[in-house]
């Protein structure tokens, strides 16, 4: 009976311990959108890295993105994409092409930028990580690991800036042992950008000729 005792009282100290590190992983992330969702747009230039040890891959490449609410306008490998809030415009200048596309539905779509503070909020359970000194900043990490056991995702660190509550990196961990990380270098906000940022000038393209659009029926 004191054993059973003692294995009850365990179980209930894991179990209270676990779910008062969600809570807090939780709103450390809530706390971090409420403050993005307050600036009027946001400028980010980042390094976006993938790696597989075991596929001996390494690919690491530069972008940039502005955002205004669900609007964004990303520049990456040699493309740039536009979202207007109704369509997204994919241009890719090295093959002179313009695809025009209606926003994916799907819940388990892939991390775009104007969710990139947000995704978090379904499909995850939460809890706190290692907190680190990178560069002389304190970076707190927390884990969130799919619900969904059939998802290719392992768990997902997200750094946070334990001074300014800004989003530092992303790490996402494949269970194919894949890594992918997004790190913030330039993060700046309420700059003076053009509306014109987040439209697409059909006019423009077609002009040049040499491109060609194409736009779902």
């Known amino acids: 009976m004191k054993k059973l ?7 209930l100290i894991c179990i209270t311990s676990f779910g008062q590190e969600s809570a807090k992983a939780k709103s450390l992330l809530d706390e971090v959108a409420q403050k993005i969702g307050g600036y009027k747009n946001i400028y980010i230039e980042f ?9 001996d891959v390494h690919q690491e ?3 940039t993105v502005t955002l205004k609410g669900d609007l964004y306008n990303l520049n990456y490998m040699g493309s ?4 207007d809030g109704k369509k997204l415009y994919l241009i890719i200048h090295e093959d002179e092409e313009v695809i025009i596309q209606n926003p994916s539905k799907k819940k388990e779509e892939t991390l775009t930028p104007s969710k990139m503070f947000s995704f978090y909020k379904t499909g995850y359970t939460f ?3 290692a907190l680190k000194t990178i560069k002389g900043v ?3 990490y927390v884990m969130l690991t799919p619900i969904d056991s059939n998802s290719e995702i392992k768990n997902v660190l997200v750094g946070i800036d334990a001074n300014t509550k800004h989003i530092f990196d992303i790490i996402e961990i494949g269970k194919n042992g894949t890594t992918t990380t997004l790190n913030i270098r330039t993060f700046k906000t309420n700059q003076p950008i ?21 736009e779902p029926k």
């Open 5 to 11: 005792a003692f294995l009850t009282t365990f179980l």
């Open 138 to 140: 304190k970076i707190q």
């Open 80 to 83: 740039e994409q536009i979202f």
């Open 47 to 55: 390094n976006h890295s993938l790696d597989n040890k075991e596929a």
């Open 61 to 63: 490449t530069r972008g």
């Open 127 to 129: 809890k706190m990580d």
């Open 194 to 214: 053009s509306e014109n940022l987040f439209i697409f000038d059909r006019a423009k393209y077609r002009d040049l000729k040499k491109y060609t659009i194409s």
